[in-house]
């Protein structure tokens, strides 16, 4: 058996602001890197970035620079600056899918397309109102990647001055250099689709299509309006949360080839 490369420093993808990482930070970040990947198929060659690695890379630097100008742009601003990024990093229609779950076969084709379009609005209203300003914070995007059957997960971190550090690990489908997320594991193991098809579910069935995408449009209004909902506020503690497990299953994707 070919023996397995574990990456140096120099492969440490970060996106962050200009100045330097201390000495024992940055050995830190390449202890913890190596003990995550050991056992794990490597994805990326010497020199080379995983492409599913590099797309959330790109999304990370879009992220930064408004974060950096949150101010500057206000809400709508960053809603305006985030929508192609997020649109072209994240499966939304997908997304809509898992998160309605097994119903999704029965809505009309109508609904359907009012379900992708309002929540495609309030995901990017949800980062354009959380992602609200810029204190030194980091990303760091590890360049090895975790297949999942036909999925790569690729592991984040959001670091910040104080030395507190926020993990977000994405799922993403595609093949050759074409990915996109699919869902967004909260603290390194949350599912954050398993979270939305628990809730839409419940407004389902209690009100049918027409009821959520109701739902969808309220939030994302209250979302751009600058308001800080209680799910921001869920978001932030589950975010913070230090603890990581091992990642769930990837959702199941009703309606879209496995």
Known sequence: MPQRKCCTTAQLCTCSSPGTVSRRRFLAATVALCAAVVGLPVQCAQGELDPAAARIRTYCDALLETMKRAKE???????????????????????????????????????????????????????????????????????????????????????????????????????????????????????ELATRRSEFGAILKSGGPEALIDSLRQRSGKLLQGASSAESTLDRSVLRARSVGPLPPAPQPYGVDA
């Open 73 to 191: 742009l206000g809400v709508q601003g960053r809603y305006d600056k985030l929508a192609p990024v997020i649109r072209a990093t994240f499966d939304l229609s997908a997304m809509t899918r898992i998160a309605v779950g097994p119903d999704w076969p029965s809505i009309p084709p109508d609904q359907q397309t009012a379900l992708v379009e309002n929540f495609t609005r309030m995901t990017i209203a949800t980062y354009a109102n959380r992602f609200d300003g810029y204190s030194g914070e980091r990303f760091e995007v590890e360049p090895v990647t975790e297949t999942r059957k036909a999925d790569r997960i690729v592991r984040t971190k959001l670091l910040h001055p104080d030395g507190q550090s926020e993990i977000l690990n994405y799922l993403l489908r595609g093949s050759g250099d074409t990915w996109k997320v699919v869902d967004v594991y909260l603290s390194g193991t949350i599912s």
